[in-house]
């Protein structure tokens, strides 16, 4: 038997001093099964939406199951009501009104449900030595040459001229064909080897395996391109033109999975950043009755900056809060400036592959639960809204209370990078903002990798913070 020591001084100094995060699976190896049975709605969520506006039908659908109803301006609402806003098919806003004023501020938990992808461009279509193709146009940070030998699934939507909107989903169905970008065989690549790897696949060698069989007729000029084309408007009853009025996305088709022997983690295509959409909804859905109103937002045009009319840069937010104030008789500005908000976003899990990138002491790691980002940015902080230590305390004070598994990590090491959020955006409205999200590995791949017990604290913290 061992003997147990009793602790030194220096044991117990250690011990009333240091801190570090936890790791969930040694401290609280019970709480596995909680975890597992949490993601199983969560990879369902990941499978349903691949897309903003798919993301959107697919939440819309679950707060119409709670409960909730359409804002309507004008209207009185009692604490405990729910309602949502939906933003052009590409944006939502819910909220569960509380028992408190507005004066006293909103808590906001936002979420972004795009993902960086492969667009198709206006005029896609061509054909090149007996193979139609289509063009794309990556949309956010991707690295282009994980995205070649994928299957991809297309996904989208499109305006017909007579202003039928036509929904396209095809390599998603048991049985559905899928497509892809070809890449070299090693056998040939000696020169594309001398590439740099930001050039392994370049923009313009991004383009779609479509088909390959031609449309038999000699007066045909592009038989092949014309079969691709007769096979969409058989299904679909699209035309060439129709490309103009579409947003085409081509996503990885591969389905969210469990990875690993211990089934601890899931992968899957745009973990980045419907995880948070996914925890930040399922609190808001069981907010009851909130002291605070809440606001759970889940925008679009995160990865390419926030801009346009469905991203943070837009005043959508803004005047929604504005709706909300009004209605209340009391001036937004006053909310704004009492307003706390979780800008809901992932941060990169440390990767001891790659650790050169990473500050040990200051990066988020599998299985230590949310991670809490003070600041973003780059060089210097740059562009970052760089959280109080006011706000730290309030939002580590929410999670403590709650029994939150949490952890605080920058992205990356100094000046090996950097990236940003919407937090910005909201700070600049007066709000104290900091981001809160899930520990990921392999960001912006088509196969991110995020820890179960990671998840489901994530939600913890959100329900924490939203009740
Ligand atoms: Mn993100
Ligand atoms: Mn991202």
Known sequence: MEEKKEKSEGKKLEEALTWKAPHIGKEAPEQRQEAEDFCQGYKAFLDEGK????????????????????????????????????????????????????????????????????????????????????????????????????????HGVVVKKDGEICRICIGENPGDPVFCVTDLLPHLASRQNERKLAEGLKGEELNIVTGSIPYVDDQVKEPVKLMALKLLHDRFGITEADFYRAEIEMVPAQKAVDVGLDRSMVGAYG???????????????????????????????????SQGNTGMCSDFLEHYMGYLADMEGVDVRQV???????????????????????????????????????YTGSRGKSGSSDASAETMAKVIGIMDKAKVYWQA???????????????????????????????????????????????????????????
């Open 51 to 154: 897309t903003e506006r798919e993301c959107v039908e697919g939440i819309t659908k679950r707060l119409l199951a709670s409960g909730y109803t359409p804002f309507i301006y004008g209207k009185k609402y009692n604490p405990g009501d729910k309602i949502f806003l939906v933003n052009r098919g590409k944006a939502l806003i819910a909220t569960t009104f509380g028992t408190k004023p507005l004066t006293e501020g909103v808590r906001i938990a936002g979420a972004h449900i795009d993902s960086p992808r492969l667009d198709l461009k206006p005029s896609p279509l061509y054909e090149k030595q007996d193979m139609a193709y289509m063009k794309t146009h990556y949309y956010g940070g991707i690295r282009k040459y994980q995205w070649g030998t994928v299957p991809l699934a297309m």
């Open 271 to 305: 973990q980045d950043d419907r995880v948070c959409a996914y925890t930040a909804l399922m609190a808001e859905l069981e907010a009851d009755s909130p002291a605070y109103t809440t606001i759970t937002l889940f925008a679009d045009k995160e990865e390419t900056g």
């Open 336 to 374: 704004f400036a009492r307003s706390l908000c979780l800008s809901a976003d992932v941060n990169a899990a440390y990767d001891p592959t790659f650790s050169d990138v990473f500050d040990p002491n200051n990066s988020c790691y599998i299985n230590k639960g949310c991670v809490l980002t003070k």
């Open 409 to 467: 990590g920058e992205l990356g090491a100094v000046d090996q990078g950097g990236g940003g959020t919407i937090a910005k955006f909201v700070a600049r409205l007066n709000i104290d903002t900091v981001d809160l999200g899930v520990p990921i590995l392999s960001m912006h791949a088509p196969f991110e990798v995020a820890s179960k017990l990671d998840v489901y604290h994530t939600y913890r913290a959100f329900k924490a913070f939203l009740d």
